[in-house]
């Protein structure tokens, strides 16, 4: 009898079997596929473009300090930077960054993506602000304008005066005013070690605190930073020689604190029994009177070697510098024409 014979029930157990791998290789094929699917997906909504801004071409998002991880992502969600709270929550676990993420207020580009977003925060790329402090404020005129600062918060009492570096700060949002006080009061104990260190030799004072309160009379004394290492010089002279200091801001300082009178000095003022009358005082106030900048401090502690004794306005903003008494009262008559001109120039035209 002939026809095909029927395969052995061997072959038919090993026919099933490479069916059995075909079906499951395939199925594999298409969890890798999927898998890797999923990846380029997590991937491209790690690294591609975020969603737009919702005005302009930035926004600005504040993470509070102590906020958790999930915090975070809900605050960015709510902002509109990213687009799932719970894709950006997996990024930061995936990568290990849950504890690098740091507090302030950041500026998140317009379609910026949850990778540049987290690098931000985990570098801490803040928005930075900016706080300037004038050369010559009191301690208290500091203090009032960190109080009038909105950004910051927290309360600080006033310093000693003269412990304060006249700068222009940087300073972040929530940022306590205490601590910004302290940076301030850091940069001069910083900037005075140095210049200390490197002090002209035979000064006629003995510690730091008096190099400050002569440089805060030179700060008082004239706006011109070119002008100040000649005024210094001047008092150093005046101190070395036994002469009284006879500066006005001192006899301010001790009527006012160094509030601005509005006016000028009354001759009964001048004679005020003060410890900082330096026209009644020998030598130097007790105080500083101000918080003095880098380039007064500078000259004091290195002052160029002149005969000066004395300074007078010249009218031009400026002052006019004599080493006798003759030739100051010469500059003194100058003055005092200049002003009678003006003053009469102003009758004339109606100027108050």
Known sequence: MTGKSKPKPKSRRVTRARSLLVGLMSGGSVFGLILVLLIMGGLWVYGGPGPAARSGDETIVEIRQGASLPEIAATLKRAGTIGSAS????????????????????????????????????????????????????????????????????????????????????????????????????AQDRLMALLWQNRQADLPFQTPNEAVALASIVEKETGKASERPRVAAVFINRLRAGMRLQSDPTVIYGISQGRPLGRGLLASELAADTAYNTYRIDGLPPTPIANPGRDALAAVLDPPKTSDLYFVADGTGGHAFASTLEDHQRNVARWRKIEKDRAARDRKTGTP
């Open 87 to 186: 894709v950006f929550i997996t990024a930061v676990q995936i990568t290990g960054t849950a504890r690098e993420l740091k507090a302030g207020e950041y500026a998140v580009k317009n379609h910026a993506s949850v990778q540049s977003i987290l690098s931000d925060i985990r570098s801490g790329s803040t928005i930075r602000h900016q706080v300037t402090i004038p050369e010559g404020l009191t301690s208290e005129a500091v203090v009032a304008k960190l109080q009038t600062e909105p950004l910051l918060s927290g309360v600080t009492p006033t310093p000693a005066e003269g412990s304060i570096l006249p700068e222009t700060y940087e300073i972040q949002r929530g940022e306590d005013r205490a601590r910004i006080l302290k940076k301030m009061m850091d």
